[in-house]
């Protein structure tokens, strides 16, 4: 689908200095946009800096390799913002999910355009273009960059949307992996992008201590439903008895919903005291991020969040009743 760029593409022309940032808990298509954003602006000598409320996973270092991407530290970075007269938030579909640096960034009155394919997505802005059936946001940056300037796209640019679309897409298998993904990706690979070595650098890059720590999750799991929900919990202990951070549960949910008859896989996460992070995946016949929306979260149709203040037992005795009267209903 193709989207109306003119807005954006004026607004970058008068623009002396951009931010752009992504969600909490960045994953591979919010910081790869934000990464292809950066070499193409910068390119255009338009000044830009991008900064997040969380740090860089380990993971996505690679990406990162002149250590642009900064997070937000609220001492230091609040009283400059209003240095920026323009903000790019990226694969974001609520103001929750920006962190500390969206609650003092509504404080100031600074042209704000979202770039985005969440469902229902709720920030209010500028100008947004949201598209819930694009693969990635990767894909509709794609699409700003051959609309406005394609000579920009060099291997860096191709790279790194290269990643955000092979992380949303679960390397080219989950149902939104259309056509018109396998047709971007063929034009990245052109431009440059390496199918083996991105895949590499994001998924055979796992740490002992993360494998450790899947193998003691992996025993924990609860079915439910002769399987077809599948949860489990991680405790702050166990990862700190597997040497593993907290960054490298990224993925368990997946794997778990990868289990054959499992139609809802959920992860307990205690990120600490009081704090949980719950995930949900589907294997397309629960809509989950009803269920996250809820209890204040979101995502996608498959693929949701929620972060609760709330021990890690309270937060198993109020998400699981939800959760397992949407399976239940599967079964009548
Ligand atoms: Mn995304």
Same mark, same amino acid.
């Given at each position: 689908m193709e989207h109306n760029w003119k807005p954006v593409i004026e607004k970058l022309k008068t623009s002396r200095k951009v931010l752009l940032t992504t969600h909490v808990n960045p994953d591979g298509d919010g910081l790869s946009s934000e990464i292809a954003m950066y070499y193409c602006l910068r390119k255009m000598d338009i000044e830009v800096e991008i900064i997040n409320d969380s740090a860089l996973p380990d993971e996505y270092s690679f990406l990162d390799p002149e250590n642009i991407i900064r997070q937000y530290d609220r001492e230091k970075d609040r009283g400059r913002l209003n240095q920026f007269d323009l903000i790019f938030t990226l694969d974001i579909g609520g103001v929750a999910r920006l962190g500390k640096l969206g609650e003092d960034l509504a404080l100031l009155n600074i042209s704000t355009i979202c770039i985005d394919h969440h469902p229902e997505n709720h920030i209010s802005c500028s100008y947004k273009i949201v598209d819930e059936k694009s693969p990635a946001t990767a894909c509709l940056i794609y699409e700003l960059m051959k609309q406005m300037?394609?000579?920009? +796209?060099?291997t860096k640019i191709a790279e790194a949307l290269y990643v955000g679309l092979m992380t949303d897409t679960g390397s080219f298998r989950f149902e939104n992996t259309t056509a018109k993904a396998m047709e971007i990706a063929a034009e990245l690979i052109r431009l440059g992008a390496k199918p083996a070595d991105i895949f590499s650098n994001v998924y055979e890059n796992y740490t002992r201590q993360r494998m450790k720590l899947l193998g003691v999750v992996l025993q924990k799991i609860q079915y439910e439903f002769e399987g077809k929900l599948a949860w489990f919990k991680v405790l702050g202990s166990d990862i700190q008895e597997a040497g593993a951070t907290l960054d490298e549960v990224g993925g368990f949910t997946d794997f778990v919903r990868s +289990? &054959?008859? #499992?139609?809802v896989s959920i992860m307990f996460l205690? #990120?600490? &005291?009081?704090r949980v992070r719950v995930n949900f995946r589907s294997q397309g016949k629960v809509i989950v991020n009803e269920i996250a929306r809820k209890f204040g979260g979101g995502g996608h149709f498959f693929a949701a969040g929620i972060s609760l203040n709330d021990t890690l037992e309270d937060a198993v005795d109020k998400v699981l009743p939800e959760v397992r009267n949407a399976v239940r209903k599967l079964s009548l």
């Open positions: 300037n394609p000579e920009v +796209i060099d +289990i &054959k008859g #499992v139609e205690e #990120v600490r &005291k009081n």
